[in-house]
C-alpha cells in the first residue's frame, strides 16, 4: 500500500435543505430530499505520495445516494485538477478513487455502489473572507458563505466533534448557487439557500 498524505481546505454543498440532517443523525435519517446529491471538493495546500509533490492541486468527489446516505450503494465521480502532470495525476487518482486506502478506500468499500471513475478537468476555487467558490469546467460549480455567529466574533458558527469524512469540525454555510453536470449527476440550484460547510482537512494512509 502506498504511504500518502493530504491536507488544506475541504469545501461541500449539498442539495439538502440548511441545515443537512446527515450531520446530527450519524447519517441515519432521510435527507431532505428524495436523494443526496453531494460534491466534496478539497484544496490541497501540502501533500506527497511516495515522492511525488502534490501542493497545490485539488479534486472532488461527486455522488449521489438514496434517502438515507448510510444505506450506502451511492454513485461516485472523482475529479482530479487538470494542472496535474502524469506522476501527480496517477497519484490523485489512486487516493481518490480509494484503491490506496485513508479516507478514500473507506467511502469506496464502503458507501459505493457504482463507481464512475475518475476525470481531469479544469479547477478554479476562490475566497472572499468567509465566503469560498469552486469551478469545475463542465462539471460543478458553487459559492457557500459561513453562517455568522451573533455573537460578535465575525465568525461562523462551528460543529465540533462531528462524523464526517472531512473531519470532525466544519463550519455552517450556505449556498447560492449549486450546479452539479457532471457523471450523470446533473442538478441546479440557484437562490436556496441549501446546504454547505467548510473546514481544514488532513487526510493520511
Known amino acids: 500500500m502506498t504511504d500518502w498524505r493530504i491536507s488544506g481546505e475541504y469545501l461541500e454543498s449539498c442539495n439538502c435543505d440548511y441545515l443537512c440532517p446527515c ?14 446529491t453531494a460534491a466534496l ?77 475518475v476525470e481531469f478537468k479544469a479547477m478554479t476555487f476562490a475566497d472572499d473572507g468567509l465566503t469560498r467558490s469552486v469551478t469545475i469546467a ?28 472531512a473531519g470532525r469540525r466544519l463550519a455552517l454555510a450556505r449556498a447560492s448557487r449549486y450546479s452539479v453536470q457532471g457523471f450523470g449527476l446533473d442538478l441546479e440550484m440557484i437562490g436556496k439557500g441549501n446546504n454547505g460547510h467548510f473546514a481544514p482537512f488532513a487526510w493520511s494512509a
Open 23 to 36: 450531520i446530527f443523525t450519524n447519517p441515519q435519517e432521510g435527507a431532505t430530499q428524495d436523494h443526496c
Open 41 to 117: 471538493v478539497f484544496r490541497i495546500a501540502e501533500g506527497e505520495s511516495a515522492g511525488v509533490r502534490l501542493d497545490g492541486l485539488g479534486f472532488a468527489l461527486l455522488l449521489r445516494s438514496g434517502k438515507v446516505m448510510a444505506d450506502g450503494n451511492w454513485v461516485l465521480g472523482c475529479v482530479v485538477d487538470e494542472r496535474a502532470d502524469a506522476a501527480q495525476r496517477a497519484a490523485l487518482s489512486a487516493i481518490v478513487s480509494g484503491e490506496v486506502g485513508g479516507t478514500p478506500g473507506m467511502i469506496r468499500k464502503a458507501m459505493v455502489g457504482d463507481f464512475r471513475g
Open 138 to 165: 463542465e462539471t460543478l460549480s458553487f459559492e457557500i458563505a459561513a453562517v455568522v455567529s451573533r455573537n460578535g466574533s465575525g465568525e461562523p458558527i462551528w460543529l465540533d466533534n462531528v462524523s464526517h469524512p
